[in-house]
């Protein structure tokens, strides 16, 4: 079994940063991509940013120039790093992994249980 569990969420106001935490333990064999979705009241869960275990990054449109995705592989964690932070970023936020085991050759989804993000105006 695999578990991943986000910290770092709270309230900040507009304009303000905040960085999520994700720590990644189980039988884990390798994780290739590991990232942030998020999603917002009434809408669907959306790709915030990710990155390959080589360090290959993505990131929505809207979050560009304001968020960065970094790794720790040897510690199975990744982070966000949100900046210049909008009301519209307000939404939970889940970190996802998807992680290689002795069983799963090509890897499967896990989803940590998210945690909350609040940007006042």
């Known amino acids: 079994q695999v578990q991943l569990v986000e910290s770092g969420g709270g309230l900040v106001q507009a304009g303000g940063s905040l960085r999520l935490s994700c720590a990644a333990s189980g039988s884990i064999f390798s994780i290739n991509a590991m990232g942030w979705y998020r999603q917002a009241p009434g809408k669907q869960r959306e790709l915030v940013a990710a990155?390959?275990?080589?360090?290959?990054?993505r990131y929505a449109d809207s979050v560009k120039g304001r968020f960065t995705v970094s790794r720790d592989n040897a510690k199975n964690m990744v982070y966000l790093q949100m900046n210049s932070l909008k009301p519209e970023d307000t939404a939970v936020y889940y970190c996802n992994a998807r992680v290689v085991t002795t069983t799963s050759i090509y890897g499967v989804d896990y989803w940590g249980k998210g945690t909350l993000v609040t940007v006042s105006s």
């Open positions: 990155s390959t275990s080589g360090g290959n990054t």
